[in-house]
């Protein structure tokens, strides 16, 4: 069987746009840098799923040391990283090493292989038509469940945010546990937005109270 993207082959050649939030993660199994890895090996935890249209871009390069970086902060709130790229598990070795060597910055999470650019389809980030990998720029935030919350998508030139993505993955989890919604820029320990009334009623009775304020109340978490 052949470990590079054992994925359903009906669905890769169905899928030709980004999954949904809330649509489930497509399945795969893959070599890594660190060992054959699938989505399922993170069930029960959060994972942030970030591809990358070839090994040793620049840009690419910077967001791997950025990553490498925040590694810690990410294990704090119970996330993984796995990165994709679409070059093969030799070369991604070779890229990892020479971080290493040139940044001083070992790279502590899995890059999965994907020279045939199966998982890439499975995921939406190629279209049926693609002449090259420069649309596998997409991160993924997975939750426990293996549900995609969030898709954030860059284009080759720009690199992508780490701490944007680790407040991401932090006003997901504050907002599952409890009927909350986070405001622009919210950080954690920031106010947040308590949810509105749902009758007439219940707005009716807000407004003789005095509150005009009713679909737009701060709170504390």
């Not at 549900?147 to 407040?167: F, K």
């Amino acid at each position: 069987m052949n470990l590079e993207s054992e994925i359903s082959t009906a669905e890769t050649e169905l899928r030709t746009h980004l999954p949904m939030i809330g649509d489930d993660a497509p399945a795969f199994r893959a070599r890594t840098t660190m060992g054959e890895r699938g989505l399922d090996t993170y069930r029960g935890r959060w994972l942030v799923f970030f591809s990358h249209p070839a090994d040793f871009t620049p840009v690419c390069t910077s967001e791997f040391v950025a990553f490498a970086k925040a590694f810690d902060r990410f294990r704090e709130l119970e996330c993984d990283l796995l990165a994709l790229s679409v070059d093969s598990l030799s070369s991604h070795l070779a890229w990892k090493h020479s971080i290493e060597h040139r940044f001083g910055v070992r790279v502590p999470f899995p890059i999965v292989e994907d020279p045939a650019m199966g998982i890439a389809r499975a995921y939406g980030m190629l279209p049926a038509n693609a002449t090259s990998s420069a649309t596998v720029r997409t991160t993924f935030v997975i939750d426990p469940e293996g549900v995609i919350r969030a898709t954030v998508s860059y284009p080759m030139t720009v690199g992508r945010s780490v701490d944007e993505i680790l407040r991401l993955v932090s006003a997901l989890q504050a907002t599952d546990a409890a009927e909350i919604s986070t405001p622009e820029g919210w950080r954690p320990g920031d106010p947040v937005i308590v949810a509105p009334p749902l009758t007439f009623d219940k707005i009716s009775a807000k407004a003789e109270a005095g509150a005009s304020d009713w679909y737009y109340r701060l709170g504390s978490a």
